[in-house]
């Protein structure tokens, strides 16, 4: 009997030991679920971080101010004003002489025939922007031509007719002006020649002025 008894206590033994051990259950050992994080940025376990002193640098657009300044334009719209440079240098009548030379013959075929010079030329050395000008006493009825020329050295001579009384503040409108390139420059070449309308007489301003170059340059008035 007693050994009947110890080999079911053995038994008794080895089924409990057999149930307390059971199935083993695997332990989770996975690793968790990458988080993405911004460029610069990295995971701490809990959320994003950026490095110490790396913190992104706000972008701020540059704004382009648009231009409010209008150019201001002397005078009445459409109509051209004058704009005269310092004043040329004049020349005495003796050194005048060798650009007034070169009036008569341009005149001779620029001016209406049989027309005759009114007052004394306009005769300068001139740097370039530079310009001279003269008072002219203008007739009724009467037709007037303006020619002008320079040495070759001044590649452009400007000349241009304004009223000789001008509102003041503001720069006189250019009544003629010649349009041509070189070292001559005519105003009212025949037969469109400069008339003066008014029934009675007046001045006007003859401006000579060089645009381009430099040297000596004269000018003349013609009335027929």
Same mark, same amino acid.
Not at 26 to 53: E, H, I, L, N
Not at 90 to 108: F, K, Y
Not at 120 to 140: C, D, K, R, W, Y
């Given at each position: ?6 080999? *079911?206590? +053995?038994?008794?033994?080895? #089924?409990?030991? =057999? ?10 050992? +996975? ?11 990295? %995971? ?8 110490? +002193? ?20 002397? +005078? *009445?719209?459409?109509? !051209? ?9 004049? $020349?005495?009548?003796?050194? @005048? ?8 013959? *341009?005149? !001779? ?13 306009? &005769?300068? /050395? %001139?740097?370039?922007?530079? =310009? $001279? ?22 590649? /452009? *001579? ?5 009223? =000789? ?6 720069? !006189? &409108? ?5 349009? #041509? ?10 037969? /469109?020649?400069?008339?003066? @309308? ?12 060089? =645009? ?13």
């Amino acid at each position: 009997m007693a050994g009947t008894k110890l080999v *079911l206590c +053995g038994l008794v033994a080895l #089924s409990a030991l =057999s149930g307390c051990g059971g199935d083993d259950k695997q332990a989770v050992t +996975g690793q968790p679920t990458a988080t993405q994080c911004a460029p610069g940025q990295y %995971f701490d376990g809990r959320t994003c971080q950026s490095p110490a +002193g790396t913190a992104p640098a706000a972008t701020t657009p540059v704004a382009t101010a648009p231009a409010t300044g209008v150019p201001a334009i002397p +005078g *009445l719209p459409g109509v !051209a004003t004058t704009s005269t440079g310092p004043a040329a240098t004049p $020349l005495d009548p003796a050194t @005048a002489q060798v650009v007034t030379s070169l009036i008569a013959p *341009l005149a !001779a075929t620029a001016a209406a025939p049989g027309a005759k010079p009114v007052g004394a030329a306009i &005769a300068g /050395n %001139f740097a370039q922007g530079q =310009s $001279l000008e003269q008072t002219v006493q203008m007739n009724p009825g009467k037709c007037y031509t303006i020619v002008g020329a320079g040495v070759p050295t001044i590649t /452009n *001579l400007d000349i241009q007719l304004v009223p =000789s009384i001008a509102i003041p503040g503001m720069p !006189a &409108a250019v009544v003629a002006a010649d349009s #041509s390139q070189g070292a001559t420059a005519i105003v009212g070449q025949q037969p /469109n020649c400069y008339k003066w @309308a008014l029934p009675m007489g007046g001045t006007m301003k003859v401006v000579v002025s060089v =645009s381009g170059g430099q040297g000596m340059a004269a000018a003349q008035v013609f009335e027929k």
